[in-house]
Antibody
Framework: EVQLVESGGGLVQPGGSLRLSCAAS????????MSWVRQAPGKGLEWVANMKQDGSEKYYVDSVKGRFTISRDNAKNSLYLQMNSLRAEDTAVYYC??????????????WGQGSLVTVSS | QSALTQPRSVSGSPGQSVTISCTETGSDVGGHNYVSWYQQHPGKAPKLIIY???KWPSGVPDRFSGSKSGNTASLTISGLQGEDEADYYC???????????FGSGTKVTVL
């Protein structure tokens, strides 16, 4: 059974940092692109960042470029999101999501339960 | 910059059909079939229900169907059931670097 479990969320002051983790199991983690998707309270979904299987490519939504860094450790079956210079507008539930394999196009076939990040003084 | 517009809400009685539209504006819009749909119940993670415009992941009932015409993709829920009451999001591949754009979301209410 595919499982994605996020951790590391919490309350942080504006300008602070936080690191989210996503522990993956039930599939060959190193074979999939992985993404972070966020959802502000009462709002819609927003793709944040993704990373290629071997870590050689990574992409970000414009609003987090230069502040967030996605990384992965295939030996530990884990995905990370280092968030620096946090702003109030980064407050959201952050989901770890697996991107489907090459034969199924571009979509997210499995999601974690989410980790809440609150940026407030 | 690509953007996806969905109606804020749709509603229907049990057994009826409802259709949610997802209209793309911006570059590289109608040129591919990488549109997916997600169902999200309150407090839960999104769930993939349609991918590549009209394909079903394993376990998703065929009451959910997808289509696309030009720049507008659509999700139809046939034989509406109480458990279908949820938020629905479309998502489109927006090209390398930008990657994914989500629609604004549609709340489906079962009357």
């Amino acid at each position: 059974e595919v499982q994605l479990v996020e951790s590391g969320g919490g309350l942080v002051q504006p300008g602070g940092s936080l690191r989210l983790s996503c522990a993956a199991s039930g599939f060959t983690f190193s074979s999939y692109w992985m993404s972070w998707v966020r959802q502000a309270p009462g709002k819609g979904l927003e793709w944040v960042a993704n990373m290629k299987q071997d870590g050689s490519e990574k992409y970000y939504v414009d609003s987090v470029k230069g502040r967030f860094t996605i990384s992965r450790d295939n030996a530990k079956n884990s995905l990370y999101l280092q968030m620096n210079s946090l702003r109030a507008e980064d407050t959201a539930v952050y989901y770890c999501a697996r991107e489907s394999d090459d034969s199924s196009g571009y979509n997210f076939d499995y999601w974690g339960q989410g980790s809440l990040v609150t940026v407030s003084s | 910059q690509s953007a996806l517009t969905q109606p804020r809400s749709v509603s229907g009685s049990p057994g009826q059909s409802v259709t949610i539209s997802c209209t793309e504006t911006g570059s590289d819009v109608g040129g591919h079939n990488y549109v997916s749909w997600y169902q999200q119940h309150p407090g839960k993670a999104p769930k993939l229900i349609i991918y590549d415009v009209s394909k079903w992941p394993s376990g998703v009932p065929d009451r959910f169907s997808g289509s696309k015409s030009g720049n507008t993709a659509s999700l139809t829920i046939s034989g509406l059931q109480g458990e279908d009451e949820a938020d629905y999001y479309c998502c489109s591949y927006a090209g390398i670097k930008t990657f994914y754009v989500f629609g604004s979301g549609t709340k489906v209410t079962v009357l």
